[in-house]
């Protein structure tokens, strides 16, 4: 069966610096692109970014961007978030997940994607 698993949250201080990990299973992530998506408390799901499958085009939610860095190592059917210079508004439970539809274009709407993960806690301490 197809399984998201995601790694690498934690406690940080504010400017400090977590890399997410994003590890696939019973899918390959040759076929899929991979949205990473974070959910704050009393709030909705919210876009981090994303990476295509086919040419690893990448898209970026404007609070994350210059901070945050999204790669991935295909053969071992993972993909990476690497954040820097964290601020307390990025705690969130981080998810990725997986669309087969994304060879080109990755996409920042949650309903386009097939499978999740269950999560990763990042918080970050002012």
């Known amino acids: 069966e197809v399984q998201l698993v995601e790694s690498g949250g934690g406690l940080v201080q504010a400017g400090g610096s977590l890399r997410l990990s994003c590890v696939g299973s019973?899918?390959?992530?040759?076929?899929?692109?991979i949205g990473w998506f974070r959910q704050a408390p009393g709030k909705g799901r919210e876009v981090v970014s994303c990476?295509?499958?086919?040419?690893?085009?990448?898209y970026y939610a404007d609070p994350v961007k210059g901070r945050f860095t999204i790669s991935s190592d295909r053969a071992k059917n993972t993909v990476y978030l690497q954040m820097t210079s964290l601020k307390p508004e990025d705690t969130a439970v981080y998810y990725c997940?997986?669309?087969?539809?994304?060879?080109?274009?990755?996409?920042?709407?949650?309903?386009?994607?097939?499978?999740w993960g269950q999560g990763t806690q990042v918080t970050v301490s002012s």
């Open positions: 990476i295509s499958s086919g040419d690893d085009s990448t």
């Open positions: 997940a997986a669309d087969l539809y994304g060879e080109y274009y990755c996409s920042s709407r949650s309903n386009r994607y097939d499978h």
């Open positions: 019973g899918l390959s992530f040759d076929d899929y692109s």
